[in-house]
């Protein structure tokens, strides 16, 4: 008897907005893993070179970044008017059933200044995964981040409306607004606001 077995990798995405602990609104979703993710898999379980050892790449999933782009933005009058735009001005075409994205659309500071992209040095544009649980179930990891309230909203950002999420390596540069990802989703709107957190719960299947 043969059997037939097929590795892909699926994900599960499971946003939760909370104000003082209590749950205000959720967001489920199944995104995508990018041509640029599976290209970033292939490479990291191979080397270049076998005598000497030498391997592809190092880089481990560590960031997510959040933005305002795509296409279920349900909030596009307020993306593109002050203090949103201009300094996160743009559009919002891309789809999350689009396997060659490779960056977040309208991405969105963590912290830093107000300025118009691509910002200023020392301004954060993607935040570091809190936990990373592979050992629930062997087949599978799943990555936490907590965006807290002071994170997103600062200054005259006192209300941003997020709708698209990226998953991003350690070859990421947390102060370059255009760092190229290896999973992405977007989502109904949700409001970030100083008086919320936003935990993120992205976990990848075998």
């Excluded at 790449?57 to 993306?79: L, S």
Aim: glycine share 6%; net charge negative.
């Amino acid at each position: 008897m043969r059997f037939k077995s097929t590795i892909e990798v699926r994900q599960n995405l499971k946003l939760t907005m909370r104000e003082r602990g209590k749950i205000v609104a959720r967001r489920e979703g199944h995104n995508i893993f990018v041509d640029l993710g599976r290209e970033w898999l292939a490479e990291l379980i191979s080397y270049a070179s076998y005598s000497p050892d030498a391997p592809f790449r190092d880089d481990r999933v560590k960031y997510m970044g959040v933005g305002i782009g795509g296409t279920k933005q349900k909030a596009k009058a307020v993306a593109d008017a002050p203090p949103i735009t201009p300094p996160y001005s743009g559009t919002n075409l891309q789809e999350d059933t689009d396997f060659t994205l490779t960056t977040i659309e309208r991405p969105i500071r963590i912290a830093g200044s107000e300025s118009a992209y691509p910002g200023i040095a020392g301004d954060t544009w993607i935040g570091i995964i809190a936990t990373a649980d592979p050992d629930t179930v062997p087949t599978q990891v799943t990555f936490t981040r907590i965006f807290t309230q002071l994170e997103v909203n600062y200054g005259s950002f006192i209300s941003v409306p997020l709708s698209e999420i990226g998953l991003f390596t350690s070859a990421a540069d947390p102060e370059n607004y255009k760092n190229t990802f290896v999973a992405y989703d977007t989502f109904d709107t949700l409001f970030k606001t100083n008086a919320l957190d936003l935990e993120v719960q992205w976990t990848l299947k075998f």
